[in-house]
């Protein structure tokens, strides 16, 4: 089950929750504001949050995970790279709008690592790298379910960002036609700030035949 909240703060951001029907657990994905507002929802869904996944780490996908964190007891994880941007309000973007979110003791992952819950672990979502918006961005793929968590990588109709530090085309170019438009067609894509797409969509944009 996925289920989707926008979050406002200075700038709207998709959050999502991916909760295994069976046993309530799932993971946490890009809570980047309304800290209180999200774990409400939680609450009133008897959802047991085991982990915080984050695409990367602008802090507009990350502004509730210390509060977050830190009432559920869970941890939050980014790939290695990330590190920079959750450490540095200029990496993260929070000093440029009024913010200062700094977090620190994130677990780390890497591309090709899989992580799935404790209590069913074959609910699993797979870490692809896809650096370009920023060196640190990923998605979460699910193999069973064909979808991914895509941040910024990729919107639907167009590519992420690369104006802001850290960013660059040439990688993103490559993430998105070597990582993202290579899984199958049916392949939902949720984004960070658009409705969702999909491979199948997205390919003519830029693999044109």
Known sequence: MIRRIVVNDVFAVNCYFYIDDETHHGFLIDPGAQAGRILQKIEENGWTIERILLTHGHFDHTGAVGEIAQTLGIPY?????????????HWNLSA?????????????????DVIRLETNPSFAL??????????????????????????????????????????????????????????PDRTILYSGHTEPTSVGRECPLYCPQ
């Open 96 to 112: 440029y709008c009024g913010r200062s979110v700094l977090l620190s003791d994130a677990e780390h992952f890497e591309d090709g």
């Open 77 to 89: 994880c980014i790939h290695r790279a990330g590190d920079k941007y959750l450490m540095d309000t």
């Open 126 to 183: 797979k870490i692809i790298h896809t650096p370009g918006h920023t060196p640190d961005s990923v998605i979460f793929y699910s193999q069973l379910e064909h979808f991914a968590f895509v941040g910024d990588t990729i919107f639907r109709d167009c590519p992420g960002s690369t104006q802001y530090i850290g960013g660059n085309e040439v990688d993103l170019y490559n993430s998105i036609v070597g990582r993202v438009l290579t899984l």
